[in-house]
């Protein structure tokens, strides 16, 4: 039997004594400029020498529990350590990246302790970690036992170099199994209820539902209670939409089940070469039919309330449905989090 690495970790006990782990920790910043993800949106905008507190935005939704609740809400971690069991290239990758992402295990230990100190929940809607490596493996399920968590996986869950090859689902499996050990729960599909409340997360980290997605998702429904859903990239509003255009001079919008009316318009000016067609935006983030009808389905369900998202590196709402307002939080790197009450 193959053991999951959270499991190892508690049983060993290496969640006490910690681990000696390879980095280049220098400034943070709010925007990363030549990242392969939205934060690149900008020139390094603002450079943070020093820890400084959580940024919360607290939320209240009214959702029909049954009894109040809060949950501290975190996304875009994104962890970036390596050591020695890994090759000289990822370790300048952690290098390089921990320059602009290093205090996001400082951030998640805040907001593990200021959860624990007000009895919340802990969720998290992907980019843990920045890359795959034993490290931020290692850290990851160390991290998960240390609080009551939920997770949606993010597509830096299993990024090997960072946009360095085409990612799909076979791309995916290569590190599927090793990153599954790390986190408590079924990260292409899971489901938890708390005091009469359906959370449901949904891997769309490539910006993708499948039919089965659907189908499961239809069965979260048929239980009648209200529905909260977790996944990594927003999915389309009109207003997020354009805001992000703006930012990336048209380059593309980042979001799950943009028209591809607006999909067509992506990579003004781009030019790969043959061969590497993947490259272009309006190909890795084009809506397939399964998404389109997953999205046109999810719009008519009155039993959505809300719809928790990451992968912006900043904050936005903005309604999705008659009954649900998508919240998107910031980036944890950054020490940004949501505060939410359940009602």
């Not at 189908?215 to 354009?242: I, R």
Request: net charge negative; glycine share 6%.
């Amino acid at each position: 039997m193959i053991m999951r690495r959270r499991d190892f970790i508690k049983v060993s006990g290496a969640a006490a004594a910690g681990f000696a782990l390879a980095g280049c920790v220098g400034k943070n910043t709010r925007s990363l400029s030549g990242s392969e993800g939205p934060a690149a949106h900008s020139e390094v905008a603002r450079e943070v020498d020093a820890y400084g507190p959580l940024n919360i935005k607290e939320i209240t939704i009214e959702v029909g529990a049954t009894k109040p609740f809060d949950v501290m809400h975190l996304s875009d971690t994104h962890i970036t350590l390596a050591d020695d069991r890994n090759d000289e290239r990822k370790m300048l990758l952690a290098c390089r990246r921990s320059r602009y992402m290093g205090h996001g295990e400082h951030y998640l230990d805040e907001a593990i302790r200021y959860a624990k100190d007000k009895g919340m929940y802990m969720m998290h809607t992907g980019d843990m970690i920045d890359f795959v490596s034993e490290a931020n493996l290692d850290v990851t399920a160390m991290h998960m036992l240390m609080a009551d968590w939920f997770v949606a996986a993010g597509n830096h869950e299993y990024s090997k170099y960072v946009g360095e090859a085409k990612e799909d689902e076979a791309y995916k499996n290569d590190s599927r199994e090793a990153v599954q050990g790390a986190f408590p729960n079924d990260l292409t599909f899971a489901s938890r209820v708390i005091n009469g409340v359906n959370f449901v997360a949904v891997d769309d980290v490539y910006y993708n539902f499948t039919e089965d997605q659907l189908d499961k998702m239809k069965k979260e429904m048929e239980k009648g209670l209200p529905v909260v859903m977790l996944c990594h990239v927003p999915l389309y509003t009109p207003e997020f939409c354009k805001s992000e255009l703006e930012a990336t001079n048209g380059n593309c919008a980042y979001l799950t089940g943009v028209p591809l009316e607006i999909t067509e318009t992506y990579d003004p000016g781009k030019t790969h070469p043959a061969g590497e067609e993947w490259r272009y935006r309006k190909v890795q983030q084009r809506a397939d039919k399964p998404t389109q009808d997953f999205i046109a389905w999810l719009k008519e369900q009155k039993q959505l309330k809300a719809i928790l998202a990451g992968h912006m590196h900043r904050f936005f709402e903005e309604r999705f449905s008659p009954t649900a307002i998508q919240y998107t939080v910031g980036a944890a790197y950054n020490g940004d989090a949501h505060v939410v009450h359940f009602k």
